[in-house]
């Protein structure tokens, strides 16, 4: 288990930024953190920033991801993570969206920080 996971809590959203390799292992943990965090500070939502996150995930690891993810973080109105263009699949939000979760990939930072911000 080997991650960075920098946690910062503001007034309308919470940012979250990981730093890591691409292991599926390592995704539950960071997920459990996060948790905890938006609990802890009563957060609504959260931006995931992944961009320092190096290596990438295949299809069945980025569905298992958006499982994980409305696993730990269906508490929350509407989480966006960022991704690099480049790494973009929609897989994960696919599968948390059918689960009735408000998540949603961007590659922008101001365009996923808009569209948490939004009534």
Do not use: C
Not at 78 to 104: C, F, I, N, W, Y
């Amino acid at each position: 288990m080997t991650f960075k996971l920098v946690y910062r809590h503001g007034p309308k959203m919470a940012l979250a930024e990981v730093t890591a390799l691409a292991f599926l292992e390592d995704a539950e943990p960071v997920l459990r953190q996060l948790e905890k965090r938006t609990r802890e500070h009563g957060d609504k939502r959260l931006l995931i920033n992944l961009m320092d996150v190096v290596g990438t995930f295949g299809p069945q690891e980025q569905q298992a991801i958006g499982m994980l993810a409305t696993r730990y973080l269906s508490h929350l109105d509407r989480v966006a993570s960022l991704v690099p263009e480049d790494k973009l699949t929609r897989v994960s939000e696919r599968v948390a969206q059918a689960k009735g979760m408000q998540l949603r990939v961007f590659t922008g930072f101001t365009d996923a920080v808009n569209w948490l911000v939004e009534d």
